[in-house]
């Protein structure tokens, strides 16, 4: 637990017990998934295919991502590399270093795997612009394959569009 700016800050795993807080962060933050998705991710947490991190204050939720251990895109599958999916802090709460605090505990449950490596993606439009400057502050690179659409790269020539399935991957290295 640490403190931020007056915060109480806790990041944990999602419990079974309490699955509601996450399907209660999709109009507060404006999330752009469905409610089937999060219920989707509730059941492949458990399964063991991922988890859903959150960062609490008291019983509040402040912020969330998923940490999956079988990612879609291709590259990090192939690699067994775990990837850190939709970071969301809520408004009120960013800049405050909550999303960088989810995110270390992402890369220290990467080392307990034994991951040498973890990645993460992040969107290209000017919406994005705070995630790209931390992803890149906190050691994340482009993994030189150049861009993806919904997880799979684009080649030169092809057209897709602007929005948050255009990504660009990263990853980073994790200490031993």
Partial sequence: ??????????IMKLSDEKPETIKGIISRIGAYKD????????????????EIITAMSDDNLLGYCIY??????????????????????????????IGAAVIRFCEELGQLENHKEIGIGVGLDQSFGA??????????VPDGYGISYDRKQIAAGEFRPIDDLLCLMMTKTLKE
């Fill in 68 to 97: 999956n251990r079988q990612p879609k895109y291709g590259y990090f599958k192939s690699l067994e590399i775990p990837e850190i999916q939709d970071l969301n802090v809520l408004p009120q709460y960013r800049k405050q270093g």
């Fill in 35 to 50: 409610l089937g998705y999060y219920e989707r991710s509730l059941e492949r947490q458990n399964k063991g295919e991922l």
């Fill in 131 to 140: 995630a790209q400057r931390l992803y890149v502050k906190m050691g994340y």
């Fill in 1 to 10: 637990m640490s403190k931020m700016q007056g915060l109480s800050l806790k």
